[in-house]
Nanobody, 119 residues
Framework: QVQLVESGGGLVEAGGSLRLSCVAS????????MGWFRQAPGKERDVVAT????????SYADSVKGRFTISRDNARNTVYLQMNSLKPEDTAVYYC????????????YGQGTQVTVSS
């Protein structure tokens, strides 16, 4: 059973930056593809960015391309989301997620961290 704990959310002005962190435990970190999802009020949870087990092949939602960067430190069991040029529409609860070992389905989620971008 993988546990995920996010940190780094908060309130920031439009144009600002935040870095989210997610520490994983309870599994073998390098077995899991990792991702960040977000859910705004009244909307479904959507994928923001994903990164492969080795740290290569990051992928991004069109809405965040060029502004967000996902990375992982396998020695620290940690995945990051660097968010730059934040916009009010980025306001959401951000969730760290992990697939099952060597799988494609995201089945583990953290408790979420709130990101609020003021205009």
């Amino acid at each position: 059973q993988v546990q995920l704990v996010e940190s780094g959310g908060g309130l920031v002005e439009a144009g600002g930056s935040l870095r989210l962190s997610c520490v994983a435990s309870g599994g073998t970190f390098t077995y899991n593809t990792m991702g960040w999802f977000r859910q705004a009020p009244g909307k479904e949870r959507d994928v923001v960015a994903t990164i492969s087990r080795s740290g290569g092949r990051p992928s991004y939602a069109d809405s965040v391309k060029g502004r967000f960067t996902i990375s992982r430190d396998n020695a620290r069991n940690t995945v990051y989301l660097q968010m730059n040029s934040l916009k009010p529409e980025d306001t959401a609860v951000y969730y760290c997620a992990a697939t099952r070992a060597f799988g494609n389905e995201y089945i583990y989620y953290g408790q979420g961290t709130q990101v609020t971008v003021s205009s």
